[in-house]
């Protein structure tokens, strides 16, 4: 089998959208994810103009070789961009190895480890007695895990939580809006949040929380040891991680389980995080952590450590991502949870697939390949609208992490 041909598709059914679809010979295809939150066109034009070429006539099979001959053969390596590309030309490959041999891709990776894929859902609200109301409604959903975000008094808009009532979508319309943020305010405020939620329901439901890069690492092990009596599964990026050794510190001060590395995109970001079991969780995602081939020795490095996966599925990740992360969480042994954030009914058309969620699980079906698809002529009334991530500030006006 050889490749004859690729192409980038760009769409808006909600938000932006980069899939790539490698063609072959004998008439399949493979589909893969190459978003990149608010910088998406930077991927595009890399696919386009320097992977593509490089792709025609190689064989489709051959995922390893392809792989190195792109990260490798390309000198300049690593960072977002690049390996979105290269996950995208990964995935695509192993949905046409699927479809070839007729076989979900969950059983090229190792077969099924287990039944369903634990999943966690969002659940926010501007007051914590709306974030609590938001828990039980996906209580009630089914989920078994939930991550809760709340406004914090004293500051207009925050992470995890959308202004007014439509859902939660981090990236918006035109330049990036900018917000304010105190973290003082906030390590006030979050304990209250989860006081509050587990007086409502208990010790049963899995409780999550994502500080998205906004503490120090002393302000972190105080958030840490302040959430210890509501046993969270997990606390999410509570530093910035291009200094690992801070979370060295922040391990020392607290037994509040630490997940990392959603923008992490090579074992070189977390070598140490995860041979020092400074964190418990590897959030590092198929398609921001070049594919397949290599999420599975990301993940494979992180089992001899005691770290499990807690992949990245946040609405810009699309639905070709999603299969890919669930064919990924039910094959490899030392799974954690995957984020699930459910796409818009617009996205979801766009991409017909063949997951699904039942009783706090999702599972891949098993259709050949990724079970996942685009309909290219719906996808072209949605054309690509420049979005951007929110820039943040502390209240004197100095840029910080958003
Ligand atoms: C998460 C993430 C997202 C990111 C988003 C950026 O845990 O789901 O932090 O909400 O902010 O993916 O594009
Ligand atoms: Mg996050």
């Known amino acids: ?64 070789d392809i792989w190195q001959y792109l990260y490798r053969g390309a000198y300049w ?100 809006s900018e917000s304010r943020w105190s973290s003082e305010l906030y390590l006030r405020h979050t304990p209250r949040l989860f006081q509050k939620i587990r007086e409502a329901f208990g010790e049963d439901v899995h409780l999550l929380h994502d500080c998205h890069h906004r503490l120090t690492p002393i302000e972190a092990a105080r958030l840490g040891k302040d959430l210890e009596p509501f046993h969270l599964f997990w606390m999410e990026d509570p530093i910035p991680a291009e200094l690992q050794v801070g979370f060295k510190l922040l391990r020392e001060h607290t037994t509040t389980p630490i997940a990392t590395g959603e923008v992490f995109n090579t074992i070189w970001d977390a070598h140490d995080l995860i041979r020092r079991q400074w964190i418990d969780y590897i959030r590092t995602s198929v398609v921001h952590a070049g594919g397949f081939t290599h999420l599975k020795k990301i993940a494979d490095f992180a089992a001899i450590y005691n770290v499990r996966t807690g992949c990245h599925g946040a609405t810009d990740l699309s639905p ?60 072209s009334k949605y054309p690509y609208q420049r979005a951007y991530l929110p820039i943040n500030r502390k209240l004197d006006g100095t840029l910080t992490d958003w």
């Not at 959208?17 to 939150?37: M, P, Q, R, S």
């Not at 064919?327 to 984020?339: S, Y």
């Not at 699904?356 to 050949?368: E, N, T």
């Open 320 to 379: 070709i991502t999603m299969a890919a992360a669930l064919h990924f969480g039910i094959a490899i042994h030392n799974f954690g949870i995957q984020e699930h954030m459910p796409h818009s009914a617009e996205t979801d058309e766009v991409f017909p697939h063949a997951y699904r969620f039942d009783a706090g699980y999702m599972y891949p079906g098993d259709a050949p390949g990724l079970g996942v698809d685009i309909d290219e002529s719906l996808a």
């Open 77 to 176: 390596r690593r960072g977002p961009v690049t390996m979105a590309a290269i996950a995208a030309v990964d995935v695509s490959l192993w949905d046409i190895k699927g479809k070839a041999l007729r076989t979900p891709v969950y059983n090229l990776l190792g077969g099924k480890s287990r039944e369903g894929v634990l999943v966690y859902a969002h659940a926010h609200g501007s007051t914590v007695e709306e974030a609590v109301d938001d828990v039980g409604r996906h209580v009630e959903l089914g989920y078994l895990a939930v991550r809760a975000q709340s406004g914090v008094p004293g500051l207009e808009s925050t992470y995890g939580v959308p202004k007014g009532t439509q859902a939660y979508e981090p990236a918006e319309r035109g330049l990036p």
């Open 1 to 64: 089998m050889k490749i004859t041909n690729a192409l980038v598709n760009v769409c808006s059914p909600g938000r932006n959208f980069v899939t790539l679809k490698i063609e072959t010979d004998d008439g399949i295809y493979g589909l893969g994810d190459a978003t990149l939150n608010g910088r998406e066109m930077a991927v595009v034009s890399y696919l386009t103009e320097h992977v593509i070429p490089c792709l025609i006539g190689r064989d489709p099979f051959q995922t390893e």
